[in-house]
């Protein structure tokens, strides 16, 4: 394909061997420029690569500088023998110039973007606030230029996939009515309506079961959606999912559908995804690996320890469940490095980690050691699948408070004994969640809806399992959901569950949840008549789509995957956004608007 332009007649990447002989023009950037005694080297970098680019004439070459935009006219020739560069594709080759032309100058940077830097490491790079600052040359750098790439080839293979599959795109609105969907939404003031607001879709769940009840059987969009929720770390206010829903379908459908796309998906980079995707149990997911992502790349389960400690003299493991990880190879490490997992501990919520050492020698040591009786003693090493030389970490507690600090731990003692290789890819299917869980969760920091003690797993559209349809609200901690989630290496990658499509079954969903009918019509009103005139069963699924990119990538944040993220807090760097408007502004959106002051006049 030629990419002959008014400014180029190739792209970087085709000078090759091929093009020996021939005049050719690129247009780039100067990566570097290395100075020779009477000849200058200069790296030409354009978005496919970069090349080297021979200048014998001094004056020429002199005013150049970094990231100076360029046209370079001028002969390839094979490098001399011996100054090949193997890790270029333009490494057998070089251009010597016979005209350059600049066709912008750069200022000094405020850090460096040469292509010789793509190897260094984060530490290397400036800080991100620096990075985001500047982000139109954070973009220069291969690495993030193949991120973009990477991003839209998965783009385009996900949806060729979905078309492969007769599904169609559809757009759905991004200014809608506030509905409840967990976390805070984004209001818009509505300047024509003053005192009426437009809110940002968390996601377009609403949508796309009106798409189904409209008869658009199988949908799909790569949908921005929004979230005002407290920062974290790895969190954007503004993302993307790509979004799928099915009708007059099953779970077994809708996961089969997902796993052809994902397959598709990693083929971009050459991977072959074995289907079809394990699966396991919420519960199990739980009980093994104290996580409802698991990170399968390794082993290392957790133990149950709870019926070997029930009569127990330690007061601290006299508690609803006590389970323990193993450590192997840890006991012989320093006192200071135990004391730094309490830290850890504590910074996630627990008091501390319980430990003991097996010695090499068969010496139980540790804080723990001298609590336990003789019997627990010495049969705690076979308990918890221990040998000489390694040590354990336990939880006590509350069960799934401990299930997650042990399986915190569990992943964090892989990434010290490097067992997380980004190149490596362990999916599974976790299945079978609850339908409902307490409103006082304490790790979920959405929104509660209704005025229930209870709040949906995942929204109150979820469909109960065939198992608990006819008794989910008699019993709804034990009820249970047709829902699912995708994970890849501990991430949570997407989820989706069978919507609810009969009146019956909502009315009831809701009532456990404590919304009236009249809460209900004032929120969501607009979908429950919707099903008064014939919705089909229906399914979906959506991929968080910059979480799977970074997934693919590589990369340690999914800021790396986006062209133009936030940083903490929702800041932009780059604009300044969010900033303040002008008193004209304001009165023009409406904000400030009083239905009562109108009444008095």
């Known amino acids: 394909m030629s990419h002959q332009t008014a400014y180029r007649t190739h792209h970087v990447n085709e000078v090759t ?4 002989g021939q005049t050719v023009t690129i247009s780039g950037w100067v990566d570097r420029r290395r100075d020779h005694g009477g000849v200058a080297f200069l790296d030409v970098r354009d978005a496919s690569g970069l090349v080297q680019v021979v200048v014998y004439d001094e004056e020429v070459a002199r005013p150049l500088r970094s990231e100076y935009v360029v046209q370079v006219t001028g002969d390839v020739r094979l490098r001399p023998e011996g100054n090949e560069n193997s890790h270029l594709a333009t490494g057998k080759v070089e251009i010597v110039a016979s005209k350059i032309d600049v066709l912008a100058k750069s200022a000094a940077l405020p850090f460096q973007v040469s292509t010789a830097l793509a190897n260094e490491t984060e530490q290397q790079l400036p800080g991100e606030e620096t990075r985001l600052k500047y982000r139109y040359l954070d973009l220069r750098r291969p690495q993030m230029q193949a991120n973009l790439k990477l991003r839209s080839d998965m783009t385009r293979a996900a949806r060729h996939a979905l078309e492969e599959m007769d599904f169609t795109e559809v757009e759905t609105p991004t200014f809608i009515k506030s509905t409840p969907e967990g976390a805070r939404d984004f209001l818009v003031p ?65 996961m089969a559908m997902a796993e052809k796309v994902i397959a598709a998906i990693w083929k971009v980079r050459g991977y072959d995804v074995k289907l079809p995707i394990q699966r396991i149990s919420w519960k199990d997911a739980m009980d093994k690996y104290g996580s409802d992502k698991p990170d399968l790349r390794f082993g290392n389960q957790l133990v149950d320890l709870t019926e070997y400690f029930k009569d127990t003299p330690f007061r601290v493991f006299q508690a609803p469940y006590v389970g323990a990880v193993l450590y192997k190879g840890a006991a012989d490490l320093p006192r200071r490095q135990f004391d730094a997992w309490q830290e850890w501990a504590r910074q996630r919520g627990a008091k501390g980690l319980a430990y003991v050492q097996f010695t090499s020698d ?70 079978d969640f609850p339908l409902f869980k307490p409103t006082d969760d304490p790790d979920d920091d959405d929104v509660a809806v209704g005025h229930s003690k209870w709040t949906s797993m995942h929204h109150p559209f979820t469909m109960p399992s065939k198992d608990w349809i006819d008794t989910f609200d008699q019993d709804p901690e034990h ?56 919705a089909p069963p229906h399914a979906g699924i959506a991929l968080g789509w910059d979480r799977t990119v970074s997934l693919l990538a590589g990369t340690d944040t999914i800021r790396d995957v986006i062209a133009f993220p936030k940083a903490g807090g929702g800041r932009d760097p780059l604009t300044g956004a969010p900033a303040p408007i002008s008193d004209e502004q304001r009165a023009e959106t409406g904000v400030d608007y009083d239905p009562d002051e109108e009444d008095e006049d």
């Open 190 to 254: 509505a300047r024509l309506v003053p005192g009426s607001w437009y809110a940002l879709p968390q996601s377009p769940q609403l949508l796309k079961q009106l798409l189904m009840v409209s008869g658009v059987e199988r949908y799909y969009q790569l949908a921005r959606c929004y979230r005002d929720e407290d920062f974290r770390a790895d969190r954007q206010p503004e993302f993307t999912q790509l979004d799928m829903e099915m009708s007059f379908v099953d779970q077994e459908d809708v």
């Open 362 to 431: 068969g010496v139980l040591k540790g804080p723990v050691a001298k609590n336990l009786s003789d019997a627990e003693r010495e049969g705690l090493k076979e308990a918890v699948h221990a040998e000489d030389g390694d040590a354990v970490f336990f939880a006590a507690g509350a069960k799934e408070s401990s299930q997650l600090l042990l399986g915190a731990a569990r992943v964090e003692i892989a990434r010290r004994e490097g067992l997380l290789d980004p190149k490596k890819f362990a999916f599974t299917w976790v299945v």
């Open 17 to 20: 061997e091929d093009v020996v």
């Open 479 to 534: 009820a249970m959901s047709d829902s699912y989630d995708i994970v890849c290496n501990g991430e949570e990658m997407g989820g989706g569950s069978v919507r609810i499509h009969r009146d019956d079954i909502q009315d009831r969903v809701l009532k456990v949840l404590g919304i009236s009918k009249e809460e209900a019509d004032e929120k969501f009103g607009f979908l429950l008549e919707a099903f008064k005139y014939g």
